[in-house]
């Protein structure tokens, strides 16, 4: 079996789609133009290994994504963390597979099918890796979605293969801590890798809890020096999330931004993900370039926090929020490196840890009590009252969805009365908005707390045309997609 790439100047940077014909040996991968392909691989990633051999299907330690050619057979390799995923379909006896929903849409000439809502079959995730719908309905067919595990293609059908876990047993923290510090510099060594054709630099996120702020010890293992962070919280009292103070003491620059911009470069990928804003406000960062590995924190309190129970599915999640820049950093060149997924499926061990003797000065108690977390910021030099007191959030989920940027609500209303749907005058919406996050607010701080009737303004002011943001972002992004096939004939 033989990879022929096949670059898209006009693509995304890091987008691909493979096809391969029944019975073919040959593997078509059309791709963006940084996109590291040959004749055994194809690949859009960083990862804790030798970038020279291209064994990123032989660690869980993969952020991006990519196809493989090992011993006649193909595999596809998705992402060590479920914030990314590959989409499949057949088609006209070929099998396709991409990085990206609308890039598969379009090679495969595919279209979402307008009354079906696709956010309730992604949100499935939630529920774990073995809970969630893999099957998704289109016009002309179905797509199927591939989180985490790898999928290998032999004789024709796809099997689904557990990622190697690279991690071994954490019996106490320094275990734990050295893994994370062994593992950020076999991820430098293979972003510095003098075969990449593009470099590849480090970026943290600091905030003023804790997930942010551990993963930024883990960046500086990787050789990071500089973070990003956005100064204001998401509730009305909690107060600034801003990590300025922390990545003071961790000898990080540091660019500080608002929790809301005027303009947010590429909105309709965020929407494409899941129809949600989540965390859009990602997107205005100054991102290094030409590539960059972008350190998160996203689901940190699944490993870090101090829980007197553990967890079957350490995969389960409240929320699809963190899966927000899936599209949209294939755009503008960015790997999503999710530190806490670092050893996952190892929770149980971290909560022990968590739990255990050696951790009680770095437990403060509460509900919000992450002592692993913790010890890994303090013992960085971060002294304690500077992070971690209250928990924040910074992130644009909303109730009531609908674009910020100017371009993006022209797409939008231009998209829905094509299809002759009701689009809310433009002065409503910011009223809209106001309204529904008060009630959301409300319901969770007083409602919910003494168990008051509910008003559900959230509920009840929404419009049809929210759950096609969807629907929107994907078509948007598909035109996008066959533009850069007309330009190079396909």
């Keep these: 079996m033989i990879i022929r790439p096949q670059q898209i100047p006009e693509w995304p940077k890091l987008a691909w789609v493979a096809s391969i014909p029944s019975g073919s040996e040959d ?23 030798d970038f020279g051999t291209g064994d990123f299907d032989r660690t869980d330690l993969v952020f991006g994504s990519g196809i493989r050619v090992r011993e006649g057979r ?8 479920s914030t990314d995923r590959i989409w499949h379909c057949c088609r ?25 809502h696709y956010f309730r079959d992604i949100r499935t995730v939630c529920n774990g890796l073995h809970e969630y719908k893999r099957t998704l309905p289109v016009a002309d067919g179905t797509v199927s979605i591939q989180y985490f595990n790898n999928l290998i293609l032999d004789n024709g059908k796809l099997i689904e293969e557990e990622k190697p876990d690279t991690a071994s047993v954490f019996n106490k923290y320094e275990d734990y801590r050295s893994f994370l510090q062994e593992k950020a510099e076999q991820l430098s060594k293979n972003m510095t890798h003098p075969a990449r054709k593009n470099n590849v630099h480090p970026l943290a996120t600091v905030s003023s809890g804790y997930d942010s702020c551990a993963s930024a010890v883990v960046a500086k293992y990787a050789g990071c020096t500089r973070a990003v962070t956005i100064r204001q919280s998401a509730s009305y009292w909690r107060g600034s999330d801003s990590g300025e103070e922390v990545a003071k003491h961790l000898g990080l620059m540091t660019d500080a931004y608002d929790i809301k911009a005027k303009r947010y470069p590429w909105e ?3 929407w494409a993900v899941s129809g949600r804003a989540s965390i859009l406000n990602w997107t205005q960062f100054d991102f290094p370039e030409p590539l960059c590995a972008f350190f998160t924190g996203c689901r940190g309190d699944t490993l870090w926090d101090r829980l007197e129970t553990n967890d079957s599915d350490p995969f389960c999640v409240p929320s699809v929020s963190d899966m927000g820049i899936a ?11 999710v530190v806490p997924f670092w050893g996952l499926r190892h929770v149980n061990e971290l909560r022990e840890i968590s739990r255990s003797s050696e951790m009680q000065p770095w437990s403060v108690g509460g509900d919000y009590d992450r002592p692993v977390a913790r010890r ?4 960085s030099g971060v002294p304690r009252g500077t992070f971690a007191v209250l928990k924040k959030n910074s992130s ?37 908005r ?14 919910s707390r003494y168990k008051l009737p509910d008003i559900g303004l959230r509920i009840k002011l929404r419009i049809r045309a929210s759950w096609l943001l969807f629907h929107w972002g994907n078509e948007s992004l598909k035109r996008t997609y066959l533009a850069g096939l007309n330009s190079v004939g396909k």
């Design 268 to 270: 309709d990928a965020v």
């Design 376 to 379: 890994l910021v303090e013992e």
């Design 74 to 81: 193909l595999v596809i390799v998705p992402s060590g963390a």
């Design 27 to 49: 593997v078509t991968v059309l791709h963006g133009p940084m996109v590291e392909a040959n004749e055994s691989w194809c690949v859009e990633a960083v990862w804790s290994g």
């Design 327 to 337: 599209e949209w950093r294939l755009i503008a060149g960015v790997f999503h490196v």
């Design 396 to 432: 644009s989920e909303e109730y009531f969805t609908w674009p910020y940027s100017s371009d993006a609500k022209e797409s939008l209303e231009n998209f829905l009365r094509a299809k002759e749907i009701f689009v809310p005058p433009r002065w409503l919406v910011p009223i809209l």
């Design 92 to 116: 006209k006896d070929t099998l396709f597979a991409s990085n990206s929903l609308p890039a598969l849409l379009a090679v495969a000439g595919l279209s979402l099918q307008d009354e079906h």
């Design 434 to 447: 106001k309204v529904i996050q008060f009630d959301r607010l409300f319901f969770l701080n007083v409602t």
